[in-house]
């Protein structure tokens, strides 16, 4: 008990600190350290590479497509994003933080529906979400990026201590594409050497914020 | 049903279910079934194919039980009548008139007409789609590819199609590599197939045979995909036991009688005629015949490189050897072995093999074959290898095949060879090599591998995992019951005891192996690493280690454990000790239990319950004989002693689940189900279940496979910081001991995998892009993206995916 009771004085004491630190709005005078109740996520600008809410997203979970510049083909993209360690990264279906919307082949052409796919995903040290989608037989055609072709989620997570308010900055910090020119398995070694690499991308992300 | 017996360590053959859990709570002892006089026996061995459809018919009315159609049928092989006049059958399974592969039933017809059976080892709703499209020729031609035959064949393949369970396809093999004392994953005996998406697929069964100077003696089988022609399986079928390892002038026996021919012009010939009334199909297939047990010395065919045996005849005084032997004759200098020619130069064998000195061996041999069969004779009333007389032969002074000279003496070997229902004996490389082995025939030796045989044409275990553990355990202790019937004259119906105490006795191989012995059935861990007891991850062990358990627990059922923890014969599992019930008590319900309650796919559990059943049946239910097995048992960490608490219980979480691609894919399924795929340089977390205790508490402990390359250790809380190094060979032990009760442990193993395929010095997704776009290259530019090892297939992804997950899996 007693600790509990010291545990309200103090935070009786820092409520008025924080409060005269801030030049926050009406509302915060009410709930200042109000637990955030829903995730809100803005686009961002342009039509390169970028991460657009999917509207499949409900108030606690927004699940972002990864959509491409139209008239670019590709095989596969895989990416690193960073997110605040109050951010927590949601799973899917399959297991995975990342789902597959069906636009990359990654059956090979015998579509064998049981046979091993080049789909991954985790989040490693620093809440640093690692996923990466790619067809792997080069007989099936590059695909057109101007469509959604993954999905990723972030999830209110109510253990985190996550405030209405509170911004949750998040940055591509790495991202690569399969380019549609890979090389054919009859060109000899040094072309294919040449070929047979990821080109760079730049990801653009939205707002997110917790309310 | 791809999930069933062999990794489910608590599993009991539902049929033996009620035997195990009725027994204890037996006052009264129950009255064993009484032994029939032989002229009744006589009588019942006449009405044999009557019992056959009996028990045939009783199988055909359970099917919808078993969740058979009205396609599946049973085909019997091997039955015979035991002492108590019961009929033992044992059916194959039959899908649209093809068997089932490993799939069998065990029916008994008791005297009296009463039809039991044993369904457990059978594959339920079988069902396969369309037809076979290969032909048979197709599906050896695809065997043959994988093969690759240097010299020519000796045999046209045997070929049958069959229903094949999915859950059987091979795919990763491990081996034992006596330079790192470890198991590692075996490259050439993998088959890099994926398993068929259908339980159940048309395969052909391919078995092969060469035998020349360019590829030795070889026996490969193979499964083939009737419909793709892809290896779902393959497996040696030669049960060799490398990994650890007149008058006759003997060399380990001293003066023996030896059961011989005399031929028309009056010499001799190593034949015993009187053991074996039916030929042996290996001779008849090349154009021979041999009848009653022969022994042969190897030669190779100087004109077409094919490696063959000739008999030891023509002998003048039929007084063999001089009880002196030589190792195999072997130029160190040019890396050759050296031969003798015939007359004219067109047969070479090893050299030495016709004097006085290479008789001994022979003689070894001949006399070891033949008082193994007078003893399953006489013992059993069994009638050889197969129950039905026919012949059988050794082979000495082995001829194999050696990448430098095309043929080569074997060495410290010996083997079963299914094809040519016959054995093959090496002549040691010792003392040239001070830890080899003197003539590999030892008594107990020539008895292990005949009973390869037997267990062959009886429970047919399949020889790897668990069953292949009681496979090498039965052949064990057989071989030492051989030698212990041999050592009390070889006479009579009943298996006298060695000299009391003497442990030497029970070392498999002790005479042969002048550094120390094989195996020590006593206390199997002092070879360095056979397994005293079960543990969870005692299947990744070489069959020849695993089998310590068996061997172990019989050795206790005979001979009884110690009291006292400094003794070699305690065990911590039964502190408290046994009292044994003696060799001939032993073999007879052992031998019950192999001939007529297991099935091919039979682990520990199934054998424990098994020889209760048998106890039960051969001394009655609640006998001292049954508490015996009981406690023989209990003494290995199998089961508990009747009034023993739940033991605790350590082990590592499944990671592969049934039907999981790396469950499906490997050999035997489910050896890979506790395997954890990791990366390198990354801090990942292990786990393990502590059960049956509130100290879940463990100790960890890393073992090094590769010298040079430390793993370093895991924290107490099971973080493990992975090192920087990759060989994907090998498979790293992790062993976690409990605080509660340091005799109860697991052992995990762990594969690292190097995931940096772009070499940007980062492990991350990214880097699964640059292995997808390898896939399918055989020689792919960048050498990083090779995940497993091998080019870029389906299993790069496996791999780098279960890697990825293990160590970044979100929270
Ligand atoms: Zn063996």
């Known amino acids: 008990m007693r600790l509990r009771s010291y545990a309200s004085i103090a935070a009786g004491i820092l409520l008025p600190l924080t409060l005269a630190c801030s030049g926050s709005s009406s509302s915060s005078t009410t709930a200042p350290s109000k637990p955030a109740k829903t995730l809100t996520y803005t686009d961002p600008a342009g039509t390169g590479w970028r991460l657009v809410k999917d509207a499949s997203s409900t108030s606690t979970r927004i699940v972002l497509d990864l959509v491409g510049p139209s008239g670019t083909k590709t095989r596969g993209v895989g990416f690193n994003l960073q997110a605040e360690p109050k951010a927590k990264f949601g799973t899917f279906a399959n297991g995975l933080p990342i789902n597959d919307t069906g636009v990359y082949q990654l059956l090979s052409a015998a579509a064998d529906p049981n046979e091993p796919i080049a789909l991954v995903g985790g989040v490693k040290p620093g809440n640093v979400l690692s996923v990466g989608i790619y067809q792997k037989d080069r007989a099936q055609p590059a695909q057109d990026s101007g469509a959604p072709l993954c999905q990723i989620a972030v999830e209110l997570d109510p253990s985190k201590g996550l405030e209405s308010g509170d911004h949750l900055a998040l940055s591509v910090v790495k991202a690569k594409v399969i380019p549609e020119d890979i090389g054919s398995a009859s060109d000899d070694l040094y072309t294919l050497n040449q070929k047979m690499r990821m080109a760079d991308i730049t990801i653009a992300t939205g707002s997110l914020s917790a309310k | ?811």
């Open chain 2, 1 to 811: 049903m791809s999930s069933r017996s062999r990794r489910s360590h608590s599993r009991l053959l539902p049929a033996l279910a009620f035997a195990l859990a009725a027994a204890p709570t037996l006052t009264a002892q129950s009255h064993p079934a009484p032994l029939l006089p032989a002229s009744r026996i006589v009588t019942l061995r006449a009405q044999i194919p009557a019992s056959i459809a009996k028990a045939k018919s009783a199988l055909l009315d359970s099917r919808s039980t078993l969740g058979l159609g009205d396609g599946a049928s049973f085909l019997a092989h091997n039955p015979f009548v035991n002492a108590q006049g019961r009929t033992v059958a044992h059916f194959h399974q039959l899908y649209e008139g093809h068997r089932v592969w490993g799939a069998e039933a065990i029916a008994y017809v008791e005297a009296g007409g009463d039809v039991e059976t044993l369904t457990s080892g059978l594959e339920k709703q079988v069902s396969v789609q369309g037809n076979p499209k290969l032909t048979t020729s197709q599906a050896i031609q695809a065997a043959l590819k994988d093969l690759e035959p240097k010299g020519p064949m000796t045999a046209q393949p045997k070929v049958e199609l069959v229903a094949f369970p999915s859950h059987f396809t091979g795919g990763i093999a491990t081996r034992f590599d006596p330079k790192k004392k470890a198991e590692v994953v075996d490259l050439g005996m993998s088959t890099w197939a994926k398993a068929p998406a259908e339980p159940y697929v048309w395969a052909y069964e391919v078995k092969t045979l060469l035998s020349n100077n360019k590829d030795g003696h070889r026996e490969m089988s193979y499964i083939v995909d009737a419909d793709t022609g892809a290896i779902l399986r393959k497996w040696n079928a030669l049960q060799g036991d490398t990994p650890a390892s007149g008058t006759g002038q003997s060399y380990y026996r001293g003066s023996v009688n030896l059961s011989t021919a005399q031929a028309g012009d009056g010499t001799f010939a190593l034949n015993a005629l009187d053991k074996g009334t039916q030929p042996n199909p290996y001779v008849a297939s090349q154009g021979g015949t041999q009848l009653g047990l022969t022994t042969y010395y190897a030669y190779a065919d100087m004109n077409t490189g094919m490696l063959g045996f000739l008999p030891y005849a023509g002998h003048t005084t039929n007084a063999w050897g001089n009880g002196t032997v030589y190792p195999s004759p072997w130029d160190y200098v040019n890396g050759m072995p050296i031969f003798d020619y015939s007359s004219d130069g067109s047969q070479a064998w090893l050299q030495g093999s016709l004097t006085p000195a290479g008789e001994t061996a022979a003689v070894d041999a001949h006399y070891g074959l033949s008082t193994t069969w007078d003893f399953y004779k006489n013992v059993f009333n069994r009638d050889g290898v197969d129950n039905l007389g026919t012949s059988t032969f050794g082979i000495v002074h082995d001829l194999q095949y050696s990448f430098w000279s095309g043929a080569a003496p074997l060495q410290d070997n010996a083997q079963w060879s299914p094809w040519y229902f016959g054995m093959e004996f090496g002549d040691g490389t010792y003392p040239d090599l001070p830890f080899g082995m003197i003539a590999v025939t030892e008594m107990d030796i020539t008895g292990h591998e005949l009973s390869h045989g037997v267990t062959e044409y009886s429970a047919g275990l399949i020889y790897d995992g668990f069953s292949g553990a009681l496979n090498e355990g039965n052949s064990d202790f057989f071989g030492k019951m051989v030698q212990a019937y041999a050592d009390g004259g070889a006479t009579g119906t009943t298996i006298p005891e060695f000299p009391a105490g003497d442990l030497t006795k029970w070392e498999v191989g002790h005479k042969s192996v002048p550094s120390g012995a094989l195996r020590y059935m006593y206390k199997p861990s002092l070879d360095g690493l056979s397994a005293d007891g079960w543990y969870d991850g005692i299947q990744m062990l070489d069959v020849h280690f695993s089998s310590g358990v068996l061997n172990r627990c019989l050795f206790f059922l005979s001979q009884g454990a110690s009291s006292d923890s400094s003794n070699l014969t305690y065990s911590p599992y039964l502190p408290g000790g046994m009292t044994g019930l003696g060799n001939d008590t032993a073999a007879r319900i052992w031998y019950k239990t192999l001939t007529e309650h297991l099935t091919p796919d039979a682990d520990f559990d199934a054998a424990r319950a098994a020889s209760i059943q048998s106890a039960d049946e051969l001394y009655g239910a609640g006998s001292p004989e049954e508490t015996a097995v009981m406690n023989a048992w209990a003494a290995v960490n199998v089961g508990s002693a009747p009034g023993q608490p739940p033991r605790v219980r350590v082990s590592f979480p499944v990671i592969n689940p049934p039907g999981s691609f790396l469950d499906t894919n490997a050999v035997p399924s489910g050896i890979l189900a506790k395997v954890q795929i990791f990366p390198t340089r990354t801090t990942v977390q292990i786990h393990c279940d502590v059960t049956n205790t509130t100290n879940t508490k463990v100790d960890w402990s890393l073992a090094t496979p590769t010298e040079g390359n430390q793993a370093g250790h895991i924290n107490p809380d099971g973080t493990w910081t992975t090192p920087g190094w990759t060989f994907y060979e090998d498979l790293i032990p992790i062993t976690a001991t409990s605080e509660a009760d340091p005799a109860q442990f697991a052992k995990g193993r762990v594969i690292l995998v190097e995931l940096d395929a772009d070499t940007d010095n980062e492990i991350d997704a990214v880097d699964l892009g640059s292995v997808a776009m390898a896939w399918g290259i055989p020689t792919a530019p960048h050498g990083s993206v090779n995940i497993t090892g091998a080019s870029v297939s389906d299993w790069d992804f496996v791999f780098f995916d279960q890697a990825f997950e293990n160590a970044f899996s979100v929270q």
